[in-house]
């Protein structure tokens, strides 16, 4: 765990510690993975730092990266019908294929 000036943080990284307002209020939860919206919003909230956890953190790491696979199988399956008419296309059926082969040693 370190702390991190908000200017430096940068999307995929994850609070170590709940981040609060001066009344005390949790504003964004430990465990929570910065996107730019969060970390716009940390910084027009006059927020100066916040705890992350150290990137030198395997497990950390590897769970990050599950929660992303995880994460994009998800929105791939939202997409999926959104694209049905590009389902002919080179690209789109190599995207499709990775999404299998990811889905199916995930389970």
């Known amino acids: 765990m370190r702390e991190q000036d908000t200017s430096n943080l940068v999307p995929g990284m ?20 910065l996107s730019d919206g969060i970390i716009a919003g ?28 995880d994460k994009i199988l998800e929105q791939m399956e939202i997409l999926r019908p959104l694209f049905s008419r590009c389902s002919n296309m080179e690209w789109m059926a190599s995207l499709m294929k990775a999404a299998a082969s990811a889905r199916a040693r995930r389970h």
């Open 42 to 69: 940390l910084k027009r909230r006059g927020v100066s730092s916040v705890m992350v956890e150290a990137s030198d953190d395997k497990t950390g790491a590897a769970m990050d990266t599950a929660e992303l696979k």
């Open 14 to 33: 994850r609070l170590a510690r709940d981040v609060k307002d001066a009344s005390g209020m949790v504003m964004v939860k430990e465990g929570t993975v």
